[in-house]
């Protein structure tokens, strides 16, 4: 059975960062793209960033410039190093497939960005 667990969120003020990680567990690792998601309060999730197993990222706009997902195939995690973040930002962060048929959602991580 597929797990996944994020953490690494928190509460930080405007501009600052934040790492995020995502260790995945009952899954051959290397051999799936993967994503990150996020949920603000009374919004759909929505997808904020992609990587593939060669490596190969994409961005949504709204992180363009400011996050970048890397992945570590050996620790079977990946993380979302998160920069000059903005209150907009505020969501839990979820980690899972970038396309259908997804794996169950792990409980995320409160990502708050305030002053």
């Known amino acids: 059975q597929v797990q996944l667990v994020e953490s690494g969120g928190g509460e930080v003020q405007p501009g600052g960062s934040l790492r995020l990680s995502c260790a995945a567990s009952g899954i051959i690792f290397n051999a799936y793209n993967m994503a990150w998601y996020r949920q603000a309060p009374g919004k759909q999730r929505e997808l904020v960033a992609t990587?593939?197993?060669?490596?190969?990222?994409n961005y949504a706009d709204s992180g363009k410039g400011r996050y970048t997902i890397p992945r570590d195939n050996a620790k079977n995690t990946v993380y979302l190093q998160m920069n000059s973040l903005k209150p907009e930002d505020t969501a839990v962060y979820y980690c899972?497939?970038?396309?259908?048929?997804?794996w169950g959602w792990g409980q995320g991580t409160q990502v708050t960005v305030s002053s």
């Open positions: 990587i593939t197993t060669f490596g190969s990222t």
């Open positions: 899972n497939r970038p396309i259908s048929p997804r």
